[in-house]
């Protein structure tokens, strides 16, 4: 390992991470090898990262100290924020806080930072358009992350800024998945409209950012935006629905009614959801899907995607 370039992951047992500690282990021609940042090192998902050939090392985000630590001889680190574990858009940006000044203290040379846009500088905290939420945003789980690139630009971080798309994997875990309707037909149901959602493999983001390190440096100080393929809210219930043999439908709702749906985030993600839908060009403009694939040459469509994972979507009766 000592002549490979260290690359340290947050959220190595997560999507994002996960998928380029994977890429990494995958590629030992390439010149890099991995170190898995993981608050439990003993967990289950961190012994299968050491059996499989990562170096496995406890840090915390909220403790700026253990992440130097945990950074020390690293050449490079991709970082992530996990904002659905807590709700607090306060303390996702004051873990990015602490990423990047562990970044600059350890004297990285390239950090990939997974970020979003910063939605209020569409939609103004005055803007009546959406509800303001928590006081001082409009989709917290995107501006706080959006807030944050100034905060590595300031410490000088030779900094990447990937935006990254709507996980298709959300339909297994996050429970988005055909739901059976009154008239017994399953539907998804999205407040988009007729607008494209770009989407993207969770696994293909990691690659993606593999891609990055594998450039070089030319994209320090850059944004690159990825997604797998863009598609509207019909054309996700048809794929879905020829991958699981079934009849799915696309229910488009008012955001104003998702907002209102009995789960924990809702008013974030109706408001994240209009947000796609109402920036068409600013959000789907940068995610051409073609720039994911000139970093991640097995990037995969969303036919690709249901090929592989179509039976791990539950429904839900």
């Known amino acids: 390992?000592?002549?490979?370039?260290?690359?340290?992951?947050?959220?190595?047992?997560?999507?994002?991470?996960?998928?380029?500690?994977?890429?990494?282990?995958?590629?030992?021609?390439?010149?890099?090898?991995?170190?898995?940042?993981?608050?439990?090192?003993?967990?289950?998902?961190?012994?299968?990262?050491?059996?499989?050939?990562?170096?496995?090392?406890?840090?915390?985000?909220?403790?700026?100290?253990?992440?130097?630590?945990?950074?020390d001889g690293a050449f490079g680190a991709f970082f992530v924020t996990n904002f659905w574990e807590h709700f607090s858009p306060e303390k996702e940006t004051g873990q990015a806080a602490n990423l990047a000044r562990a970044a600059k203290k350890a004297g990285l040379k390239h950090v990939i930072w997974s970020t979003l846009e910063d939605t209020r500088l569409w939609v103004p905290l005055e803007d009546d358009r959406m509800?303001?939420?928590?006081?001082?945003?409009?989709?917290?789980?995107?501006?706080?992350?959006?807030?944050?690139?100034?905060?590595?630009?300031?410490?000088?971080?030779?900094?990447?800024f990937l935006l990254t798309s709507f996980y298709w994997d959300n339909l297994i875990h996050f429970g988005m998945g055909p739901a059976k309707g009154p008239?017994?037909?399953?539907?998804?149901?999205?407040?988009?409209?007729?607008?494209?959602?770009?989407?993207?493999?969770?696994?293909?983001?990691?690659r993606s950012a593999f891609g990055i390190f594998k450039r070089g440096d030319d994209l320090i100080g850059e944004t690159v935006a990825i997604s797998g393929e863009q598609l509207t809210g019909e054309e996700m219930a048809a794929a879905i629905g020829g991958a699981m043999g079934l009849e799915v439908v696309y229910n488009s709702v008012d955001p104003e009614l998702y907002r209102g749906f009995d789960f924990p985030g809702a008013e974030d993600l109706g408001n994240m959801f209009q947000f796609k839908r109402d920036f068409q060009e600013a959000f789907c403009g940068p995610r051409d899907p073609d720039i994911a694939r000139s970093l991640n040459p097995r990037l995969q469509s969303f036919a690709d995607w249901l090929e592989v994972n179509a039976d791990r979507i539950p429904l839900q009766d």
């Open 131 to 160: 509800p303001t939420l928590m006081g001082s945003y409009k989709v917290p789980h995107f501006d706080a992350k959006g807030a944050a690139d100034e905060i590595f630009r300031r410490e000088g971080v030779p900094t990447t």
């Open 183 to 206: 008239d017994g037909r399953y539907g998804i149901t999205l407040p988009m409209g007729d607008g494209k959602l770009p989407g993207i493999a969770a696994e293909d983001i990691g």
């Open 1 to 71: 390992m000592s002549d490979r370039k260290i690359i340290a992951v947050v959220g190595a047992t997560g999507a994002q991470g996960g998928g380029l500690v994977r890429a990494v282990l995958d590629d030992p021609e390439a010149g890099f090898a991995v170190r898995a940042l993981t608050r439990n090192p003993d967990s289950d998902k961190a012994k299968a990262l050491s059996a499989a050939g990562a170096e496995v090392v406890a840090a915390d985000l909220d403790d700026e100290a253990s992440l130097v630590e945990a950074l």
